[in-house]
């Protein structure tokens, strides 16, 4: 990553985990000794990420504190924007706006350095947003209430969206003004109108929903993956 650009990473990690069923909030499942949001906060230092803000439950502000020294932890929000919007208002306590601001899933914990790299240097090179993405494998096909298939999707132009997503400062600030929502912050600047710039992601940054991703995951871990090749 260049080194001269200063960058921010805001970590969403306030959500339940419900799709992964753990009986603890997401972030905080042990991923082979660390918590995935240790991994991933791990792998956004490794990646030489300056500043990192994080969001998490309110009652676990603490521990957050304890688990990741290195990290600014705010209380998180109902939906994962508002959990994004805790974040950027936390980055308006420095004078000094950062070059570029990455938004990045605590549940994408192996997200390796290469894909922060790209997307930083797209930002740095004249875009306001940049989203990682991978081409869909699977054949796809649009399915009626009543479970049959009603078309077969062209899947060539379909892209699975990750993170981190890159921002220049203002434009993430645009975004976020009009408090919506979406799954994504790309989604966002989409609706206002703004250009997004699309980069490789990789499959290792995939996000960890689902018991099998969590499965996936530590097999991985347990091979010799991680985000953090120091
Ligand atoms: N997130 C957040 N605040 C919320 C909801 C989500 O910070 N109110 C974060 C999650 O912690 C996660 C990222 O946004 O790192 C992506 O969200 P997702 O994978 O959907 O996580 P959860 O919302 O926790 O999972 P689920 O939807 O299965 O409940
Ligand atoms: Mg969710």
């Known amino acids: 990553m ?3 650009a200063s960058t921010v990473a805001l970590i969403p990690a306030a959500g339940s985990g419900t799709r992964l069923g753990a009986g603890i909030p997401k972030a905080f499942v042990d991923l082979c000794g660390r918590t995935i949001l240790q991994r991933s906060v791990d792998g956004v230092l490794a990646a030489g990420v300056d500043r990192v803000v994080v969001a998490v439950p309110a009652n676990l502000v603490a521990e957050t504190r304890a688990q990741v020294p290195d990290a600014q932890v705010v209380v998180g929000g109902a939906a994962r924007s508002d959990s994004v919007r805790a974040c950027l208002a936390a980055t308006g306590d420095h004078a000094e706006p950062p070059d570029v601001v990455l938004i990045h899933d605590a549940a994408r914990a192996l997200t390796p350095p290469d894909v922060f790299s790209r997307v930083v ?11 990682p993405a991978v081409a869909v494998t699977d054949t796809l096909k649009r399915v009626g209430d009543d479970g049959a298939v009603l078309a077969t999707v062209d899947r060539t132009p379909l892209r699975a969206v990750q993170t981190p997503q890159g921002f220049r400062p203002d434009a993430l600030r645009r975004a976020h003004a009009s408090n919506g929502d979406a799954t994504d912050d790309a989604g966002l600047a989409e609706a206002d109108g703004m250009r997004v710039h699309v980069v490789d992601g990789d499959l290792m940054a995939f996000k960890i929903t689902t018991d099998w991703d969590l499965r996936m995951a530590r097999m991985l871990i347990e091979h010799g993956a991680t985000a953090n090749p120091s």
């Open 121 to 131: 240097g797209a930002v740095l090179s004249g875009h306001d947003v940049v989203i």
């Open 2 to 4: 260049p080194t001269t």
